[in-house]
């Protein structure tokens, strides 16, 4: 078993939660409410700011050379790829990039970059890999199940595109790189007596990732 896979069947209420959330059925369904993904897309550029800074960390706690190189290529998803799809989506309500980037973080958004960032600093590579894993290996995992699951409806789903991004090959073939990438380096860090500490971050990260979708159904209370 990998270790993603042992660390997902450790935090299996958190995981579910997270994966099965509301904001994620009614996502897939097109059924979620505009002012909803709109605040979650705003917040989710700002976090992947923060996510960028987080991949310049692990090159920093990079061990090797290849190491380095798998980090960077985070960073530049992120930067040249995930963004631009935000930016894309949210052209549609006349938002470009300096308003996105002028808008102010939410708590989630915060407590979760900012949890990231502090595993990343006080831990080596794995401690910063296993913080990240639940948001780059659980994304591919929900975009590929939503696709599945509403094949045939999707031609009218408000929200296709981003299903489509993270349930295409790209963002598959990366998260896989990324599950590939912890495992070597596990390869080297990880001991038995270590699991339960990393087994902790990724509970921890799987229920920040839930909030950050509970933030986004919850802007639509908040606008009513």
Request: some cysteine; aromatic content about 12%; hydrophobic content about 45%.
């Amino acid at each position: 078993m990998d270790l993603f896979q042992r660390l997902k069947g450790d935090a299996e209420r958190e995981w579910s939660a997270y994966v099965s959330h509301e904001f994620v059925g009614r996502l897939g369904a097109g059924s979620l409410p505009e002012a909803c993904f709109r605040h979650y897309l705003i917040q989710d550029y700002l976090f992947l700011i923060q996510f960028a800074r987080a991949y310049a960390l692990g090159i920093y706690k990079s061990p090797t050379v290849d190491d380095m190189r798998a980090s960077l290529e985070g960073v530049k998803a992120i930067l040249d790829v995930e963004l631009d799809l935000h930016i894309e989506m949210c052209a549609g309500w006349g938002m470009c990039r300096d308003m996105i980037e002028a808008s102010e973080e939410d708590r989630p958004t915060m407590a979760y970059t900012r949890f990231v960032l502090e595993t990343g600093m006080a831990g080596d590579l794995l401690d910063l890999q296993v913080a990240l894993a639940p948001c780059i290996i659980g994304y591919a995992e929900i975009g590929a199940d939503l696709e599945k699951r509403y094949a045939g409806d999707l031609a009218d789903n408000p929200y296709r595109r981003w299903i489509a991004e993270y349930a295409g090959d790209m963002y598959q073939e990366l998260a896989k790189d990324f599950g590939d990438w912890m495992d070597r380096t596990a390869e080297i860090y990880l001991t038995e007596a270590r699991f339960p500490r990393l087994a902790t971050i990724f509970r921890k990260a799987s229920i920040l990732e839930a909030d950050f979708w509970q933030m986004g159904l919850d802007a639509e209370a908040a606008r009513v």
